[in-house]
């Protein structure tokens, strides 16, 4: 996934997990999350063409989304498709759009996603092409994207 080793990886993770706060009750999410730790792959649903899938870290899982590590910066408003994976067998997949990344190292990401219903269903239920651009699609508030960090902007502890 990236240069830094799997237990760095798994140290992050859980230094990343002492310092979530509950967020306020006016913004508490919808769906309970689940911390998970798993590997998946990351596969781009427009027409961005990747050779290779980019491979991400899990961190939590609720029915409205998933968080992540990545070692590639993910543009938010941006979709893509998850393929969770156990003993490299896929057991299913997800379209996501990215909610926010942020830097937690020089080369590592925590990435929120949001799951999204397929874009071909929309076309298929009717909904017109021309409306099924993500920026269209990606209409998020000031708290939605607050955590939005650059990369190379690293967020002081």
Not at 16 to 22: I, P
Not at 24 to 30: D, I, K
Not at 78 to 89: G, I, N
Not at 96 to 114: E, K, M, N
């Amino acid at each position: 996934m990236s240069t830094t080793k799997p237990q760095e990886l798994m140290e992050m993770l859980a230094k990343l997990d002492e310092h979530r706060k509950d967020p306020p009750v006016e913004v508490q999410r919808r769906y309970q999350r689940f911390v998970v730790r798993g590997e998946a792959k990351l596969e781009p649903i427009d027409e961005m063409e990747l050779e290779h899938p980019i491979p991400i870290l899990l961190r939590d899982i609720s029915r409205g989304g998933v968080g992540f590590l990545s070692n590639q910066f993910l543009e938010p408003c941006t979709m893509w498709r998850v393929r969770f994976a156990t003993k490299d067998y896929v057991i299913g997949s997800q379209p996501i759009i990215i909610r926010f990344c942020r830097a937690v190292q020089s080369d590592l990401y925590l990435v929120g996603g949001q799951a999204v219903i397929e874009p071909y269903i929309l076309g298929m239920l009717g909904v017109p092409a021309n409306q099924l651009r993500h920026e269209d699609m990606c209409t998020f508030s000031d708290h939605d994207v607050s955590n939005f960090v650059p990369p190379g902007k690293l967020e002081e502890d």
